[in-house]
Nanobody, 122 residues
Framework: EVQLVESGGGLVQPGGSLRLSCAAS????????MSWVRQAPGKGLEWVSA????????YYAESMKGRFTISRDNAKNTLYLQMNSLKSEDTAVYYC???????????????WGQGTQVTVSS
């Protein structure tokens, strides 16, 4: 059974930082590219970032570039998203997801986690 379990969300002030984690199981994690996708209140899904199977290539949506860093630890079957300089517009539910080996920079994925809430507010 494929499982993706996000954690690390919470409440943070503008300008602060959070580190999200995604624990993967039920598939060969180090064969697959991974992504983060988010959904802000009242809005549709938005692709955030992606990473290749070995972490050698990373991709970011323009608004996240320079603030967010995606990484992975294949020995731990875990995906991370380090978020710095957070803004109120970053408030959203953040999901980790995968389509398999190929990096996909859209919101379409075969497997999704349940999401973790990030709230940026003073």
């Amino acid at each position: 059974e494929v499982q993706l379990v996000e954690s690390g969300g919470g409440l943070v002030q503008p300008g602060g930082s959070l580190r999200l984690s995604c624990a993967a199981s039920g598939f060969t994690f180090d064969d697959y590219a991974m992504s983060w996708v988010r959904q802000a209140p009242g809005k549709g899904l938005e692709w955030v970032s992606a990473i290749s199977w070995n972490g050698g290539s990373t991709y970011y949506a323009e608004s996240m570039k320079g603030r967010f860093t995606i990484s992975r630890d294949n020995a731990k079957n875990t995906l991370y998203l380090q978020m710095n300089s957070l803004k109120s517009e970053d408030t959203a539910v953040y999901y980790c997801a995968t389509n398999g080996p190929v990096v996909v920079t859209t919101t379409q994925r075969a497997y999704w986690g349940q999401g973790t809430q990030v709230t940026v507010s003073s």
